[in-house]
């Protein structure tokens, strides 16, 4: 079962607007890491953002940044000024609990941006 | 750009054929995983390994096999090909559990 949730399969928005990729997930772990990955056409799967889920304060990179709520495990992404090469399939991350903790990283189904100029 | 190489890149295959993927990593990173992509699906775990000879399955293992007899070599292998194995492939490798995942460029498998 999956237990990343992307419930937006396909969103759209306006260059120079912002758009939220939402991100739900489930672990049982105390102390964990979140990621989204950004894969563009050529396949290449890329890190845009980590969240560190012990810290309060939101990660951000430039125009990326996050929502987290630990203790409803969402982890949604807001891109801010959207870019024409900001168009890809966004994926969100979370672990597993497995043998040792953190080390099984689950992915989402994804979500498909489109950027309309 | 991470050192991990997968090969190989794209593999036509029959169906009832065994076919080994080879991921081979210059990072020395402790953890390597396979995933498989298809529309609809995201990345999904076959395998990972958080060592030599330490390995564990994921979400979708049925079919598969997995080797790492050194820290930078980890092995997919489909004992026995199937139509429902057509997919991209990609091997990751992490550092640590607190850090992110590098990917390399993945496999296309076709099993016709």
């Known amino acids: 079962a999956q237990t990343v949730t992307q419930s937006q399969p396909e969103m759209s928005v306006q260059e120079a607007e912002t758009v939220t990729l939402s991100c739900t997930y489930d672990t049982s772990e105390s102390d964990y890491y979140l990621f989204w990955y950004k894969q563009p056409p050529s396949r290449q799967m890329i890190l845009v953002i980590r969240q560190e889920a012990y810290k309060q304060q939101n990660a951000t990179e430039n125009r990326f940044s996050v929502n987290f709520q630990k203790a409803a495990k969402s982890f949604s992404l807001k891109i801010s000024d959207s870019q024409l090469g900001d168009a890809a399939m966004y994926f969100c991350?979370?672990?597993?609990?497995?043998?040792?903790?953190?080390?099984?990283?689950?992915f989402g189904t994804g979500t498909r941006l489109t950027i309309i100029p | 750009d991470a050192g991990i190489t997968q090969s190989p890149r794209h593999k036509v295959t029959e169906t009832g054929t065994p076919v080994t993927l080879r991921c081979h990593q210059t990072e020395n990173h402790r953890y390597m995983y396979w995933y498989r992509q298809d529309p609809g699906h995201g990345l999904r775990l076959i395998h990972y390994?958080?060592?030599?000879?330490?390995?564990d399955k994921g979400e979708v293992s049925d079919g598969y096999s997995v080797s790492r007899s050194k820290t930078e070599d980890f092995l997919l292998t489909l004992e026995s090909a199937t139509s429902s194995q057509t997919s991209v492939y990609f091997c990751a490798i992490r550092r640590h559990t607190n850090t992110e995942a590098f990917f390399g460029q993945g496999t296309r498998l076709t099993v016709v």
């Open positions: 390994s958080y060592g030599v000879k330490d390995t």
């Open positions: 991350a979370s672990p597993q609990g497995s043998n040792f903790g953190n080390e099984k990283l689950t």
